[in-house]
């Protein structure tokens, strides 16, 4: 119902989802295969002698058409030199996003897209990556498949899929708002950064504003999702608190970005890697951001996965 009454809303861009925008050509037709974004640059480290590699990409996950469609690295938060995040970044042009839902979250059993990833989706799977938290504990909306679960929230974080399997973060109703293409809207608190900013007000000790954290211990595991510039998604995740977080998605060129879910169980990101290019995408050829992320590869392939998670495919 509420999509139905928005959509005659026009789409609101500002800064860098402008940006966005001009890189993807979108919101009609399929993003450009053959313009890639450029390569990210390097990563500083936050302390003055870098372990090796960080910051440093890495390719991950299978090529699409014959490019590097994701890459990864590492970082230590600014106040936690035995620690590292991993972060993700994913090249927009060559990958397509698709919201998938669960039984749990955002509820529902008649879902098209849902675990297991199925057959067909696995030829061009590239990466996954968990959602948010309950509906219950976003305070915003979700839209799929032409349902709208929750009403979407003025103001709130969105992270927003187009039909042509574009994406954006930002602001609903000033970034981002509902539009013919929009095909899924997945909210969760509000923005973590803005105008490539952390926003104000965060504190190290939170363990309630930013989502419950496990045992009440602030550097828990935490995941992220930015849009940079030049349109491309980034992933963060790794034991730490909300101000470190914020750090490294702004670190990692982040103009907009927003928290995912939190603690051990729910945060994780896999890329798959066949051994042709046009191979399936399997457990057995992925791999986590991170080699400590309790959940493995296998997480988006199971029928007991009942939350909701964004594939990215080639």
Known sequence: MLASALASVP??????????????????????????????APLGSFYPTPLAGEGRWR?????????????????RPPDLPAVEAGVAWMDTRLLRA?????????????WRYTAPVSHAAARDLVAAFNGGFLLKDSHGGYLSEGKTVAPLVEGAASLVIYADGSADVGQWGRD??????VVAVRQNLTLLVDRGRPVPGLRPTDTSLWGYALDNVADTWRSGLGITADGALVYVAGPMDIVDLADILVRAGSVRA??????????????YRPSSPNG?????????LLPTMVQSPQRFFSLAYSRDFVAMSG
């Open 280 to 288: 399936y995408a399997a457990p057995s050829n992925g791999t986590d």
């Open 11 to 40: 789409l609101l861009l500002a800064g860098g989802a402008a940006a966005a925008v001009t890189a993807h050509g979108h919101r009609g037709g399929h993003p450009p295969r053959a313009t890639p974004l450029p390569a990210p």
């Open 59 to 75: 390719p991950a996950g299978r090529l699409v058409d014959g490019n590097v469609a994701v890459y990864e690295t590492t970082m």
């Open 98 to 110: 698709r919201l998938y839902s669960g039984s749990l979250s955002p509820g529902g059993l008649d």
């Open 176 to 181: 981002v708002s509902m539009t013919r293409s």
């Open 258 to 271: 927003m928290t995912l879910d939190m603690n051990p169980l729910w945060t994780v990101f896999a890329t």
